[in-house]
């Protein structure tokens, strides 16, 4: 099975700092994404990546960046954390352009910005 | 442009009652759907899809989801809810403008509540 795995399951950072959330996966998908979910919200799209090194703006991209230097590595970038960040943060991968059969998420990352 | 609308945001029902949960949606092209669920403080997991061929599509704890094309509407069903149920469920579309193809627009969600 396609195993998409975030480094952290719970953060806890002060505003001002910059904050890395790691994910990889092992599968070799083309696709990588993050979003943040809060209640009564959903999910809202930060960033995506369709290839190294190509990134793409989601739905709320302020205050983060993304970085893939290599096809298995999505990072997300909170350059100064602010408490308006706290959320649960969810990485996902979906297949290679030969078949799509939606995505496979991590396990999320909550974090809270004090 | 996708969009999905998830018809209440808290459906509550009793052990052993059928489980409905609704999903509309708008796509410009045929739709490929989704539904995930997640338990607490979880990521999201697949519960079942439908791409193309039958409409009546099964997934996994039972449950089952019947695409309609002329009603717009992919909702999810289990005859028998049971207590391990309980948890969030997201209804999704394939495509959301811009970019890759393969992004995924999600409906706000559906809370599910299962009472002894």
């Known amino acids: 099975d396609v195993k998409v795995t975030q480094s952290s399951r719970y953060l806890v950072k002060r505003t001002g700092e910059k904050v890395f959330l790691e994910c990889v996966q092992d599968m070799d998908h083309e696709n990588m994404f993050w979003y943040r979910q809060d209640p009564g919200l959903g999910l809202r799209l930060i960033y995506f990546?369709?290839?190294?090194?190509?990134?793409e703006k989601g739905d709320i991209p302020e205050g983060y960046s993304v970085s893939r230097e290599k096809k298995e590595r999505f990072s997300l970038i909170l350059e100064s954390a602010s408490t308006n960040q706290t959320s649960m943060y969810l990485c996902?991968?979906?297949?290679?352009?030969?078949?799509?059969?939606?995505?496979?998420f991590g396990s999320g990352t909550r974090l809270t910005v004090v | 442009a996708q969009s999905v609308t998830q018809l209440g945001s808290h459906v509550s029902v009793s052990e052993g009652a059928l489980v409905l949960l609704r999903c509309n949606y708008s796509?410009?092209?045929?739709?490929?759907l989704f539904w995930y669920v997640q338990y607490p403080n979880q990521g999201l997991q697949l519960l079942l899809k439908?791409?193309?061929?039958?409409?009546l599509v099964k997934g996994i704890n039972g449950f089952e989801a019947e695409f309609k094309k002329s009603e717009t509407s992919f909702h999810l069903t289990k005859p028998s809810a049971h207590m391990s149920d309980a948890a969030e469920y997201f209804c999704a579309v394939k495509g959301g403008g811009g970019g890759s193809n393969y992004k995924l627009t999600f409906g706000k969600g559906t809370l599910l509540t299962v009472n002894p």
């Open positions: 796509s410009s092209v045929p739709p490929y």
């Open positions: 996902a991968s979906s297949s290679p352009p030969r078949g799509f059969y939606g995505y496979t």
């Open positions: 990546s369709y290839d190294v090194k190509m990134k």
């Open positions: 439908y791409t193309t061929g039958a409409t």
